[in-house]
């Protein structure tokens, strides 16, 4: 895991809504508090009992409407899992995925890696290799 913050606030955020970087995505939740709190949650059941996520991009105009305006949010919380085909590259077994965590508060914009693994002491090259990607994903806003 390892957190970073990003200076580019408006570029970031013209990617995070306009851009198609997220769209596949799977959204765990989404907090956005401008005004009203909004929460929007991504979890999915099917008819039968399977839990699936949805994309960012089938919910990326909700989270936008609560964003746009004048004013910047006072907070927001986007907590996102890698696309299936990440899990691939990095060798991962079913139950395992990557996240991103982008959070938004006082005028600061920061970045959080993780990787949930079944066995975290011998995955740390895993762990360690998305933390690289991540920072890589983001350098043009930091």
């Given at each position: 895991?390892?957190?970073?913050?990003?200076?580019?606030?408006?570029?970031?955020?013209?990617?995070?809504?306009?851009?198609?970087?997220?769209?596949?995505?799977?959204?765990?939740?989404?907090?956005?508090?401008?005004?009203?709190?909004?929460?929007?949650?991504?979890r999915i059941s099917d008819e039968?009992?399977?839990?699936?996520?949805?994309t960012y991009s089938s919910v990326?105009?909700?989270?936008?409407?609560?964003?746009?305006?004048?004013?910047?949010?006072?907070?927001?919380k986007f907590v996102l899992t890698?696309?299936?085909?990440?899990?691939?590259?990095?060798?991962?077994?079913?139950?395992?995925?990557?996240?991103?965590?982008?959070?938004?508060?006082?005028?600061?914009?920061?970045?959080?890696?993780?990787?949930?693994?079944?066995?975290?002491?011998?995955?740390?090259?895993?762990?360690?290799?998305?933390?690289?990607?991540?920072?890589?994903?983001?350098?043009?806003?930091?």
């Open positions: 895991m390892t957190v970073f913050s990003l200076t580019k606030v408006p570029q970031f955020m013209t990617e995070l809504f306009s851009g198609t970087f997220f769209d596949d995505y799977q959204v765990n939740t989404i907090t956005i508090k401008n005004g009203p709190s909004t929460v929007i949650e991504g039968e009992g399977s839990i699936m996520y949805c990326k105009r909700i989270a936008y409407e609560c964003v746009k305006g004048k004013n910047l949010p006072d907070y927001m890698a696309p299936k085909t990440f899990a691939q590259d990095y060798s991962l077994s079913e139950g395992e995925s990557l996240s991103l965590t982008v959070s938004f508060r006082d005028n600061e914009l920061n970045v959080m890696s993780g990787a949930f693994l079944k066995d975290p002491f011998s995955s740390r090259e895993t762990e360690k290799a998305w933390d690289n990607a991540v920072e890589k994903m983001f350098s043009a806003f930091v």
